[in-house]
């Protein structure tokens, strides 16, 4: 058993959450480069948080150039045991409207400019992303979520996009088609990151626009999502110090805590002992780099 230490990666505004106390901001450093900043470590509670703007403070990366290796690698350094994704999205589904939140928990990458994994020559490795968020802490995202009186949607499939320009409307067609519910430009290659580094990650996407697909609605621009995300930013805040009263009190162990279990295929005696080093915070504990914690 351990303590909670939960990241959270989202945008401006997001934190300056009401009761964090002894809150820094620490600069870690990644052998995968240079992270979108530094991290605002502090105490809610019981719960040491870790926070991550995305995008850097004042949004200065746009989307493709968010460096998600070293986010990940960084929270992991920190010590973090679940990671939370806060972003905005365009609804790709009527029933869903601006200022909802929606809980995924399946994803569709349609990425391509991006480092999508941790491993590679001289180490490599498989990991399973069937189910690519962690059902203990998506349910307690979403009953936080409610608390903070947020309309949630408890499940949604998430179309990743490059960006970062927006959807065609012959995309936006094609992504309804698909049985997407929700598109954004920041969650992967996050979530598949976050397995590759045996953190839990659970994502709320916040809806801000309907993308371009309904023609009675003008297409998205940023102004409309600005003006969303500012209404929203305090019911995000509000869910962050909810959900940190709503942990049980000790961190029971996750599956995923132990998900590179089977998934390293280089043997150990032709791993490149670089790629070692470089691994030893996101895949230490399977490398038997650090003693196995209690999780």
Not at 19 to 28: A, D, M, Q, S, V
């Amino acid at each position: 058993m351990a303590a909670w230490v939960l990241g959270v990666i989202g945008g401006s505004g997001v934190y300056d959450i009401e009761g964090l106390e002894g809150g820094r901001w620490t600069r870690i450093e990644s052998p995968f480069g240079e992270p979108s900043d530094a991290l605002l470590i502090g105490a809610l509670g019981p719960v040491t948080l870790v926070f991550l703007p995305r995008h850097g403070r004042g949004h200065v990366l746009p989307p493709t150039a968010v460096n998600a290796r070293a986010n990940i690698d960084v929270l992991k350094r920190a010590g973090c045991t679940d990671v939370l994704s806060l972003s905005a999205v365009g609804s790709l589904r009527e029933a869903l409207s601006p200022g909802d939140f929606v809980v995924v928990d399946q994803f569709i990458d349609r990425t391509f400019a991006r480092e999508k994994s941790f491993f590679g020559p001289g180490l490599a490795a498989h990991v399973s992303m069937a189910h690519p968020v962690c059902p203990r802490l998506s349910a307690l995202a979403a009953e936080a979520g409610r608390a903070a009186g947020a309309r949630v949607v408890k499940g949604g499939c998430y179309l990743a996009m490059e960006g970062p320009q927006f959807s065609t409307e012959a995309e936006s067609a094609l992504y309804r088609s698909w049985g997407c519910d929700v598109i954004g430009m920041t969650n992967m290659p996050e979530a598949k990151l976050a397995r590759e580094a045996e953190l839990p990650y659970a994502s709320v996407a916040m809806v801000t626009d309907y993308d371009c697909w309904r023609e009675e609605v003008a297409p998205v621009e940023v102004h409309h999502i600005q003006a969303v995300l500012s209404a929203n930013a305090g019911k995000a805040r509000s869910l962050v110090a909810h959900l940190a009263r709503r942990l049980p009190p000790v961190r029971g162990p996750s599956p995923i805590d132990t998900c590179l279990e089977g998934a390293l295929i280089t043997t150990a005696a032709a791993r490149d002992p670089a790629m070692v080093e470089r691994l030893s915070a996101v895949a230490g504990r399977a490398l038997g780099l650090v003693k196995p914690d209690a999780r």
